[in-house]
């Protein structure tokens, strides 16, 4: 089947994108169609099923476009993915957004979705709980949603320096090969969501920083969504200083499971005596995870639970 589709603007490149980025990450999504423009026209030529979703999903781009000043990548993702932004910030178990291979992200329970309803209501949140039941994913996933609907500037994350029983300075290279192997778990959330060309401009970009805790300190963050990760790995002060950086349009996520505290002393830990300090706050939420949250491998939910009953 061969089709045209002829745009009513004064100049395609609105459309197209400079050097026809947004079309040809449109066309992506069809590899089996033909597909050329001249002008304001794009000339499809491939089988009838993909050459009518393509105008479908085409005329869905051109509203988009007339609702904002330009139109990005991200946008063409959304008419692909089904993003519907009013339906997630209602409701807690809506797709947050999607793996790189397709694979929708959306709570997997109750206590994820509070911690997405609470993301939409509040400017702070606390999530806290044993390892295992999605803290850091969902977070990281918000991040990134937020992120490709140009609602924040860039994505800060971040953790406390501390060795889970091993000695960073004992490892080979500089301090980025230092504390890359104590990031990972960052790392491979991100990877997940993000093709890795992307993340890798991303991150050369500083549109992602990933950093640990002290690189925080003298700065103020403004537009970005901020994740301190293995909070329970900070002090009273540490967190002090890393809470008072939020800046205007910020949105801050603290996780942090109490039971393991890599700190010298357990006491040192300032993680619940913070949350009982601010959790009566208005615009701060806590969402307190259990051992029935757990979603790895059924064993993970039994092993925790008898550490918890020792």
Known sequence: MKKTISLNVPNPVEIFGAGNKILDEFCSYFPGLKV????????????????MEFE??????????????????????????????NNLAMSGNAVITHTTDGRPIHARNHNQELMVKAYFKDDLIFATGPAGTGKTYIAIALAVRALKHREIKRIILTRPAVEAGERLGFLPGDLKDKLDPYLQPIY????????????????????????????????????????LDEAQNTNIGQLKMF?????????????????????????????????????DIKGISVVRFSSADIVRHPLVTKIVKAFEDQ
């Open 243 to 279: 809470l008072t950086r939020m800046g205007s349009d910020a949105k801050f996520i603290v996780t942090g499971d109490a039971t393991q505290v890599d700190l010298p002393r357990s006491a040192d830990s300032g993680l619940l005596r913070v949350i009982k300090l601010l959790e």
């Open 56 to 85: 479908a999903k085409f005329a869905k781009l051109v509203e988009i476009r007339k609702r904002k000043p330009n139109l990005t990548i991200y946008d063409v993702e959304d008419v692909f993915s089904g993003v519907n932004r």
């Open 36 to 51: 050329t423009d001249k002008g304001a026209d794009i000339f499809l030529e491939g089988p009838e099923e993909q050459v």
């Open 188 to 227: 491979d959330a991100l990877e997940d969501m993000i093709p890795t060309k992307r993340l890798q401009y991303f991150i050369e970009d500083d549109v992602i920083q990933i950093a640990p805790l002290a690189y925080m300190r003298g700065r103020t963050l403004d537009r970005a969504c901020v994740i």
